[in-house]
């Protein structure tokens, strides 16, 4: 007999904070992509969130 509802297991992994995706994005902007990649790849099945976050922290204003 088939389930009534079929539920897609819960998302597991880290969520990093909005300072962590900071730093990262700021790390990044001086060259040095390797605060990002270990945030990404601790991240679970949020990389793709996480990573998405990350460059959009380190679009930089050019009139700044």
């Known amino acids: 007999m088939g389930r009534l509802f079929n539920r897609a297991p819960e998302p597991r992994g880290y969520q990093p ?3 962590e ?3 990262a ?3 990044l902007n001086t060259g040095s992509h390797h605060a990002a ?4 790849a601790h991240s679970g ?3 793709q969130q ?3 976050r990350i460059l959009a922290a380190s ?3 050019p009139d700044d």
């Open 17 to 19: 904070t909005q300072a």
């Open 21 to 23: 995706i900071t730093d």
């Open 37 to 40: 990649y270990e945030l990404v």
């Open 50 to 52: 996480t990573a998405m």
């Open 45 to 47: 099945d949020y990389q």
């Open 25 to 27: 994005a700021n790390r």
């Open 59 to 61: 679009i930089q204003d």
